[in-house]
C-alpha cells in the first residue's frame, strides 16, 4: 500500500494561512478607516457631551441589526463591521486549518481543532 501524498505542503499551507490573516487584518483596517470618515465627516463639528451618558441604541448589539441597511448609514456601525471582521480573522483561519487537516487526514488534529474552532463559535455566539 502507498503511503498518499497530502494535496499542499506544510510551508504551502503556512504561506496561505499568513496570507489570509494579512488580508483580513488589511480588510478589516479599512472598513475602520472608511467608518471612521464617515463618523467625522457627519459628526466631526459636533462638540461632545461628556457629561450625558448615552449608550448605543439597542439593535447594535444583535448582527442583524448592525447589518440593516438603515444602520449602515451611519459611520459608528461601519467600525463596527471593521471591528466584527477583525475579530472573525483568527476563527476563520481555525476554521481552514481544519480544513487542511482533513484534507491530510490527520484525524488527531482535525479532532483538536473542531473542539477549538466550537469553543470560538460558542464564545462568540453564546454571549
Known amino acids: 500500500m502507498s503511503e498518499r501524498k497530502p494535496p499542499f505542503t506544510e510551508h504551502q499551507f ?11 487584518v488589511i480588510v478589516s483596517a479599512l472598513i475602520v478607516l472608511i467608518g471612521g470618515s464617515v463618523f467625522l465627516y457627519r459628526h466631526g463639528w459636533e462638540t461632545p457631551e461628556h457629561h450625558v451618558f448615552r ?3 439597542r439593535a447594535w448589539s444583535t448582527l442583524s441589526g448592525i447589518l440593516s441597511s438603515n444602520t449602515l448609514k451611519r459611520g459608528q456601525a461601519i467600525i463596527i463591521v471593521g471591528l466584527l471582521a477583525l475579530i472573525l480573522t483568527p476563527i476563520a483561519r481555525v476554521a481552514l486549518s481544519l480544513v487542511a487537516f482533513a484534507l491530510e487526514r490527520d484525524w488527531m488534529y482535525v479532532c483538536f481543532t473542531a473542539i477549538v474552532f466550537g469553543l470560538l463559535l460558542y464564545s462568540l455566539l453564546a454571549a
Not at 16 to 21: A, E, H, S, Y
Open 14 to 24: 503556512e504561506q496561505v494561512i499568513g496570507n489570509f490573516l494579512r488580508a483580513g
Open 55 to 57: 449608550g448605543e441604541p
